[in-house]
């Protein structure tokens, strides 16, 4: 039987094999500390879960307006117009099955054979993944620990060509933590290229306001979700803003693809725009704590952290003091101390000579994993020259 190409193409997501082996390792009955995923640390807070269970009560499990319900695209437009100052009118709003669905669709609208979308490198694993199966060409900017991972207007904007159809940018980002300031939006957004701005981890930033690039061009996608800021991965509900010109593309694409987003999650998305924000600043607070944790712990072990993350729940931090070979090391660390990481190759190829540490799990737990973290350095500290 023939696989097709495409699907050939599709590298793997090494944080879901990371997590697949740890899962074995436990039912193997060994215990793992989880620090491999981006799965936030908390339950759904019980006022959103309520509307979900109330929606299935009430019987509100029909197929939806195939942009989603007129009331949640109305929320998100009055969401934007108090956090951003911005107006967004419902009809650009397009209510998706998670984040990565609205990421799909937006580059479907845009991308032709040969089109190329500019985006940073290191980077989320899967982006290069959706602009190539779509017969588009990923092309690499080169992140700077020293410049804190901030996408550079100047390297972008030598990066564009005449085949250049999108500029993707992930601010608060996986997996650096960097968030972009308003200068460099701005330069972005006046180089006049669409830009695609992945904003999930807003509402998780730690003393640097994140800002939206709608707020200097409305020549942009803004892709954002309530999976992480809700802690909603589960209930897979995303959206995206969109320029009015893409709105009928993007609904006859989901119509054919997706139908429309799941009823049930967006009557507990409604709920938490509306009733969700003192919960979701509570759990802020708690990984504000769980970062400095994280942080403190790896610098004593002797990982040096140039760039500290100002939003998300990442740490992204050199590797080379240990070994280069981010994949091998980490599957050490797997299997010998315990703890689940991800290998920084997994998000491009500079991001080869990193791991990446999330600091979603319990601060006894993340004290925990970086004990058995030192260990395994200092039971491997000939090995790897450190004595």
């Not at 006046?190 to 992945?198: E, H, K, P």
């Not at 737990?365 to 200092?378: A, H, W, Y």
Request: charged share 25%.
């Amino acid at each position: 039987m023939e696989v097709s190409k495409k699907s050939k193409a599709v590298t793997p997501f090494m944080a879901m094999d990371t997590l697949e082996r740890a899962k074995a390792l436990e039912r193997a009955g060994k215990r793992i500390i989880h620090f491999e995923l981006g799965e936030p640390g908390f339950e759904t807070p019980k006022v959103i879960a309520a509307a979900g269970i109330k929606a299935i009560q009430d019987g509100k499990t029909k197929y939806t307006h195939s942009l989603g319900t007129m009331e949640l695209r109305e929320e998100i437009c009055r969401h934007y117009k108090k956090a951003y100052r911005v107006t967004v009118e419902p009809e650009r709003v397009i209510v998706t099955n998670g984040s990565s669905a609205a990421l799909f669709l937006a580059f479907a609208s845009l991308l032709d054979k040969g089109d190329e979308v500019i985006m940073g490198d290191p980077h989320y694993a899967c982006y290069p993944n959706y602009v190539a199966f779509l017969d588009g060409v990923p092309v690499f900017v080169p992140l700077s620990e020293g410049e804190g991972f901030r996408m550079s207007p100047q390297k972008t904007r030598a990066a564009i060509t005449k085949k250049t159809r999108g500029i993707l940018i992930n601010s608060p980002c996986n997996p650096t933590g960097a968030v972009l300031g308003a200068a460099d939006l701005k330069k972005i957004a006046a180089l006049g290229v669409t830009v695609v701005s992945d904003e999930v981890y807003h509402g998780l930033s730690y003393g640097a306001r994140a800002r939206s690039i709608l707020e200097f061009t409305d020549n942009a996608f803004v892709i954002d979700g309530f999976s992480k800021r809700y802690a909603m991965t589960g209930w897979r509900i995303g959206y995206a803003i969109a320029p009015r010109e893409y709105m009928r593309p993007l609904q006859k694409l989901q119509q054919n693809f997706q139908i429309s987003p799941g009823a049930i999650s967006q009557e507990a998305a409604l709920a938490a725009l509306r009733k969700g924000g003192e919960p979701a600043e509570k759990m802020r607070r708690e990984y504000e704590k769980r970062r400095e944790t994280m942080v403190a712990g790896l610098k004593e072990i002797g990982f040096v952290i140039k760039a500290e993350p100002q939003g998300a729940f990442y740490v992204f931090t050199s590797c080379e003091f240990l070994d280069g070979d981010s994949q091998r090391l980490s599957l050490r660390i797997l299997e010998e101390a315990g703890v689940a990481v991800t290998p920084g190759v997994d998000f491009g190829k500079a991001g080869e000579g990193y791991l990446r540490f999330s600091y979603t799990a319990t601060v006894a737990d993340i004290r925990e994993g970086l004990k058995r973290l030192g260990e395994f350095v200092r039971r491997n500290s000939a090995q790897f020259g450190l004595i």
